[in-house]
């Protein structure tokens, strides 16, 4: 049994984005060197997130879209007051922050249409990424 | 320490349905022979969840519905063009495609009301679970 | 390689009520004594949340008036026949009842804004957290 960690850097371009990372992971986890275990990736941000699903252009714009009919930028939060980027917390709590997935056969156990994405909730910024992965 | 993987089907009947795969985590816990640890259930598709709550009627009936409120079947969505369950991953995207739970006594650490619930989002199809358990 | 477990307990006092918990998650982790791995925290409920995010006031008041917005208390729902809070199992199925963390020179791996939340739901109660360390 071993544990491996590491970190990369994404950086984003608008305030709401949506990044592919899976080569990063994929290559994390192949420099593990773990076979059979468990890849955790996790963003050190309040207001970005970390999800997986399917990276087609369209539903890009569908999640950005629905993250703004249920979270409306500006509809006066409290937070807004201190910092104007409540609606980017919110969204990222919706989403959550890490995921984690089996590794199987040395690669992250990913389905055919899976993709491991960042969403950008308050970019453009650069956003650090860890990646641990246990097994053996 | 050690590691064990192993995947269970769940066949779905309907577009969106709830199945209770409680019974399938347990017996993979057990059979990993890990006391304690971690379990993770991972589902390999992008229109399908899996959370933890409890599986009364209404309750899930309710689950279906405000999935439905807050992410409607076919509002004008981009993907819809490509294929048409851009609802579907929208959904599975707010609730997640795995978790992880606490393993103690050879057991997942479920509370009283807790089960693992498989969320159909584009059914009827054959979905596959992913149970990895690490431990010792 | 090791792994660890251990349980807090937190009262709340209200229905609704976000509590920062990461004190508890920092000193269960530094009694494991791992130093690199994998952090989670689980709540054995169906009507309480685990989230990690900032806990400045007004960002906390916004979250529950979301929660409140995306899910009204007593809309009509199925469950309220049996028992009067579907509101707080539809919510808790939005936010996640766990979350997973790394863990980087004994300490979860936190970003700067990033705490561990309690999110109740249909409090006052005693809420049970169990932490769970692999690594080494």
Redesign the interface.
Known sequence: ???Y?TTFNVKTKSRVEIVDVTDDVVGAVRESDVE???V?V?????TAAV????P????L???V??LSD??PEGAG??????DNN?DS??R?????????????GGEP??????SVLLVELDGPRTRTL?V?V???
Chains 1, 2, 3 share one sequence.
């Open positions: 049994m071993k544990v960690t059979t275990g468990l955790n996790h963003s050190r941000h309040t999800i997986v699903n399917e087609e252009t369209g539903l714009n569908d999640i879209s629905v249920l979270i939060y409290e937070h807004d007051r201190i409540a917390h919110l990222a709590i919706l989403l959550g922050n890490s995921v984690t997935l089996p590794v199987v156990d990913l389905g055919t249409w899976q860890r641990t246990i097994g053996e």
